[in-house]
């Protein structure tokens, strides 16, 4: 009992410094991008006209207008966001640790730049595609139950969980249609499994066609599929469909889905590792071909993570000239079967299995969508890379708490908590940097203003590489939109200057 209360209050203390942490995060972010549009004038006009013919993400569109007016309930509401989401991937697990809690906070502070930026990093990325992943993964964790074989709801988890797929389907398009693939699935393996569906699965299953409809009647989509939209395209012919699934696939789904998640690979490898040896203690009377099968599994996930790590070092390098990039994309999907082989061949536990199996499984019916449109980029990924994180929590949580493990579960802790430590420092120092720079930009612009200048200097933000547009492109609408939220004059010039040289000019 003493040590339980005691651990309780070790998971207290660390979600408490989680959220900490986070608000301090948040705060410091700039609005960047889209923000300038929706924190203006722009966003109460689309308000007032009910986002007719601009996009179905109505419960994602209300959530930025609101953050963007203000900073204190954005970093409230996005502190509460990421730390629910650790904590909810931690409860997801069967076997539960402050190792796997600390692994969960891991993979976000791992997580390619290219994603950090556009998702945790930028307000408009964080409402479309962070907060839909939360309530997914609420979702998951309600009905964890049916994969460990014994299926027990609370009364009213029915309300619930139809509220939860109606709202989780009003953010993003491939989230709304991913849900409504993944409750058919269940509701299949429910009926063959357990001959009977179960209220919560299909009360989602009815909230999310629900948002689904709500989505797609904007008028929006309609003008995409007649190719009427300026900005987003969906192709409708066979030819067509072909030639954009190539090209999806061949120019940001082999890089994004898993190529750039080189650290996560290399933790998710490290697993599979001690999940084959783990296996091989146990089950020393293994058939040779299934010995063969399982090294042959395990060797590729070493060699797409190495493989990754190559390519990260030296970006220019292409092992097959013009055909890397066919090379690629057949591997990720390579890879991707190898962990479900892994899984259902070496882990003994029918509920392990099966979750295992169904993130992978999540990560496919998630991509599915992005092939057919354009444009995609790394924040469509996000909510698949949170599910790796969960396949590598799972993974790590049946495989560290075999008694026989090869390292003890405390000694992990303090190597994880040493990560999350190198992460709270590396994260703060950086976005500390970039919310000073930001504040003395406001001001050196406001005294610019007051002196009614033509021009106005706008000095870039330092680490840009860790923001989404910060710097706006004063050619386009964004600079007209730039010079709205800012209060600048719209017939005045905006001049961009590098921060280095700006820095220097004002010592």
Not at 292 to 298: A, K, V
């Amino acid at each position: 009992m003493e040590k339980q209360k005691k651990t309780d209050k070790r998971f207290l203390l660390i979600f408490i410094a989680m959220f900490v942490f986070f608000f301090g995060l948040a705060y410091m972010l700039p609005y960047t991008g889209d923000d300038w549009a929706w924190g203006g004038q722009i966003g109460i006009d689309r308000l007032h006209e009910h986002f007719r013919n601009y996009n179905g993400r109505y419960l994602g569109n209300l959530l930025v207008i609101a953050l963007t007016r203000s900073n204190l309930l954005k970093s409230f509401v996005m502190s509460g966001t990421v730390t629910g989401l650790v904590f909810l991937i931690h409860q997801s697990v069967k076997h539960k640790s402050i190792a796997t809690l600390l692994l969960s906070l891991t993979g976000l502070f791992v997580m390619p730049r290219y994603i950090f930026r556009q998702t945790i990093a930028w307000t408009s990325g964080f409402t479309n595609y962070v907060a839909p992943t939360f309530l997914v993964i609420s979702y998951i964790c309600i009905i964890k139950c049916i994969f460990d074989g014994k299926p027990k709801f609370r009364k009213g988890t029915f309300a619930l969980t139809f509220l939860l797929g109606l709202s989780s389907a009003l953010f993003m398009e491939n989230i709304t249609l991913y849900q409504i693939a993944i409750d058919i699935i269940i509701i299949v393996g429910t009926l063959v499994g357990y001959k009977r569906i179960f209220a919560p699965v299909i009360s989602h299953f009815l909230g999310s066609v629900a948002g689904c409809a709500i989505m797609f009647t904007n008028g929006a989509y309609l003008n995409i599929a007649n190719s009427k939209d300026d900005y987003r395209t969906m192709e409708t012919t066979s030819t067509g469909i072909l030639s954009r699934i190539k090209e999806n696939l061949f120019d940001v789904i082999r890089k994004d889905l898993a190529l750039n998640n080189v650290v996560l690979n290399l933790f998710i490898a490290l697993v599979c590792i001690a999940l084959v040896i783990s296996f091989f203690k146990k089950d020393k009377d293994c058939k040779l071909f299934k010995k063969l099968f399982i090294r042959f599994n395990l060797f590729i996930v070493i060699s797409y993570t190495a493989y990754s790590l190559c390519r990260v070092i030296y970006p220019n390098w292409n092992i097959f000239l013009n055909y890397t990039k066919y090379f690629e994309s057949v591997f990720v999907l390579i890879f991707g079967f190898a962990l479900i082989m892994l899984s259902l061949l070496c882990v003994d536990e029918p509920g392990v299995k099966l979750r295992l199996s169904f993130y992978i499984v999540s990560i496919a019916v998630l991509t599915a969508p992005l092939f057919v449109v354009t444009p995609i980029r790394s924040r469509c990924f996000f909510c698949g890379y949170m599910f790796f994180v969960l396949f590598l929590c799972e993974a790590f949580g049946y495989v560290f708490n075999e008694k026989h493990s090869l390292i003890k579960n405390g000694n992990l802790s303090r190597i994880l908590l040493a990560f999350c430590i190198c992460g709270v420092i590396f994260y703060t120092t950086l976005y500390g940097y970039i919310f000073v720079a930001e504040r003395d930009r406001n001001t050196y612009i406001q005294e610019q203003i007051a002196e009614e200048r033509s021009t106005v200097e706008l000095p870039e933000l330092p680490y840009q590489g860790y923001l989404w547009d910060s710097t706006p492109n004063i050619n386009s609408m964004w600079g007209d939109r730039y010079k709205a939220y800012k209060g600048i004059d719209k017939n005045s010039k905006l001049e961009i200057v590098r921060y280095s040289d700006w820095k220097e000019s004002t010592e």
